[in-house]
């Protein structure tokens, strides 16, 4: 190991070299995250090991099958990682089975369909949170393959608490007797009762799958109840609060182990990125160590703080709180909407994005909300007093967005940020 692996692994000067305008691009990109407070939620910052695993030329080989048993010779270094990325990811939640080849989250849940559910046969329906409420695009969509290609019903949130109830799920399933029950959610703020979705489901002898994308992390670090306990099968994104590569991997009780290796490959995906898989790998070790616990139950107090400050500003915050990584805020007691309030925000240096709040008025390119999240700057090392701090700009730029010097202020305030808790220092 050494000087000569470096150069290969990931060679910035000779990027720079060969081709100047992506390497620009990249470069510019990486001076935007440490130049922009990063309040997405479903976004991070990966560490140096677990780039430099993706930037390697593990890229390079064929492997399709799994570890043992390939279809390509030559795989025993990438066998030795993928198995570790297996092995660390059962350990990790306490799963009998793990499938770390999905390239995506949408690629995952696909695979998860594929094992359980016939497209031709629309009787085979699934129970998911509706796209409006949290739900993600996977969850039963009419744009997504998901919703094109399964019979989906819907489950939605009760208006006055603005979170599951589940006596409403119990119904709906009673009521339509699906083949599988989803939960786990791309904008929802607060705990999912994992054993009440799974009593349900026991009780029309429905399959439970969770789609824990967004939670992950937090389940890792201790801050946030594990599925994997109650559970079938339970798929997540490795690149959100789980902090690694973009990608995806899929937990299962043992007796669907075969179905769900199949439906991956060769059902939904061919050639495995391996050097994907060798930093899902490098993640999951990452979030085995007890500074990842402080991480997370440092992302949950953040968010808590931040929404706080928020609602302390004047917003509200949908449910009254969090228990996860992000709040989501209705603007509707100011005025202004989700998109107006992204543009100002990404103005001032603060990226976020727009969202529909439950039984949003507005169309979702509008929207009447914003999700905020605290995964980045809790990965920077910011906690409490920094979020009061964010929370102050924020409220101070969209109640006065047309005022060009609290924005001027705002900008400074959110560079002074950036510079105590820096991106990628160095
Ligand atoms: C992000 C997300 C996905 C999709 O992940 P991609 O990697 O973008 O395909 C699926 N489900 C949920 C709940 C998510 O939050």
Redesign the pocket.
Known sequence: MGGAVRDYAADWDALSRSDPEVARAIADELNRERSTLRLIA?ENYASPAVLAAQASTMNNKYAEGYPGRRYYGGCEFVDVTETLAVERAKELFGAEHANVQP???????MAVYGAFLDPKDPSQKVLGLVLPHG?????GSPVNFSGKWFSFIGYEVDKDSETIDMDRVRDLALQHRPRMILA???AYPRVIDFEAFRRVADEVEALFMV????FIGLVAGGAYPNPVPHADVV?F?T??TLRGP???VILSRSEYAKAIDKAVFPMMQGGPLEHVIAAKAVCLHEAMQPEFAEYAWRVVRTARALAGGLAGAGLRVVSGGTDSHLALVDLQPIGMTGAEAEATCEEVGVALNKNAIPFDPLPPATASGIRVGTPGPATLGMDEPEMAEIAGIIGDVLRRPEDGAVKEDARGRVRSLMDRFPAYPG
Not at 135 to 139: A, E, K, N, R, S
Request: hydrophobic fraction near 25%; charge should be positive; avoid cysteine.
């Open positions: 479903s390239h995506a989250g949408a690629q995952a849940n739900g993600h695009l996977t969850h786990g959610f791309t789609d824990a994308s967004h798929t994104t690149h959100k973009r990608g995806a």
